[in-house]
């Protein structure tokens, strides 16, 4: 059984005069400011010796006697500024010097140009001075490469030409020579046309484009060519007849027919789609012709010769009567 304790040998509790924490008497010194060396005597009492400083755990400032608050040392305020200010340095210089040198790939200081941009100045100034010299000569030849244009005759300064016609015929009634009118491009140019035809025994052309029906009927094509230009063409019908007439009897029908046949129209126009039809007739035989026309769409023609306007541009009616071929124009102008 434990023995107890005297009631003079039971440890007392000590008041620190420095920190103002309570402590018992078995420590020799205060263990909270650790200040103050406690020296005691034979009757428990304790005789205050100052002792080395150690740096103490708690200030004396605490006025409520814990001894925990108390102000920061100057020292301690300056080198917290100090060290906020390296802190604010060190970001500024990262964020105006080393991130834009990281961004554009430059590793000399100071340098604001990237490297791209030094690489097309140089490129273009290399080759200048190289195609000053030899360069300049294969730039010419290529200028002279289109000059195959000066086959044009000198004294040609047209590069295109239109006619005033694209089609017309030939009759008893319009037989006189027609000329195609020429219209150069630009205005003003000046141009050598060379007119051929496709058949002279139908229509025949001079150099002035002057047209004159032959002896032969159907349909020629002139043609007008000049150098650098587009061939242009237009489509002559004759029908003209000629000779006198005379007249012969068929053993089967009794028909009658001239040494030369001709139609009744040999171009005519509708003006509108309402116009009244146009009754074809062959003159010179009694004979039943045969009738066709080249495009529908723009005008019918029945087995008995009656023409009707369809819609708008022109066509040809053919005739087939007696061994031979005529034909008329229509043109719907509508």
């Not at 420590?27 to 103490?56: S, V």
């Not at 004396?60 to 604010?88: A, D, E, F, K, Q």
């Not at 369809?310 to 229509?330: F, K």
């Amino acid at each position: 059984m434990a023995s107890r304790r005297n009631k003079g040998d039971q440890p007392k509790m000590i008041h620190c005069p420095y920190c103002g924490e309570d402590y018992s008497s078995t420590y020799k010194h205060c263990p909270f400011c650790d200040e103050i060396e406690q020296n005691y005597d034979e009757d428990g009492d304790y005789e205050e010796e100052a002792a080395p400083a150690r740096g103490g755990k708690r200030l004396v400032t605490n006025t409520r006697g814990g001894g925990y608050g108390g102000s920061p040392s100057p020292l301690r305020i300056v080198g917290i500024v100090i060290s906020l200010g390296l802190i604010v340095a060190a970001v500024i210089i990262v964020l105006t010097i080393i991130m834009p040198l990281v961004s554009k790939g430059h590793t000399e200081p100071g340098s604001s140009v990237p490297p791209e941009s030094s690489a097309p100045v140089v490129e273009s100034e290399t080759p200048g001075p190289e195609d000053s010299a030899a360069p300049v000569e294969p730039s010419v030849q290529p200028s002279a490469q289109p000059s195959p244009d000066n086959t044009l005759p000198a004294g040609q300064t047209a590069t295109g030409f239109t006619l005033d016609k694209t089609e017309f015929s030939f009759s008893d009634r319009y037989p006189d020579p027609i000329t195609i009118r020429v219209t150069f491009v630009p205005a003003g140019s000046t141009g050598t046309i060379t007119w051929t035809s496709s058949d002279p025994s139908i229509v025949s052309v001079d150099e002035n484009g002057k047209v004159s029906h032959g002896s032969k009927r159907g349909s020629a094509t002139i043609t007008a060519s000049m150098p650098g230009a587009a061939d242009q063409t237009v489509l002559v019908y004759n029908q003209v007849t000629s000779g006198t007439s005379s007249s012969s009897s068929g053993s089967s029908g009794g028909s009658t027919s001239s040494g030369s046949l001709s139609l009744n129209k040999t171009d005519f126009t509708f003006s509108a789609k309402d116009n009244p039809s146009v009754q074809m007739k062959v003159i010179g035989t009694s004979s039943t012709p045969t009738w066709s026309i080249g495009d529908t769409s723009v005008a019918t023609i029945s087995a008995d010769g009656v023409v009707k306007p369809v819609g708008s541009g022109h066509t040809t009616i053919t005739c087939t009567v007696d061994g031979q071929t005529l034909t008329c124009i229509v043109r719907c102008s509508f």
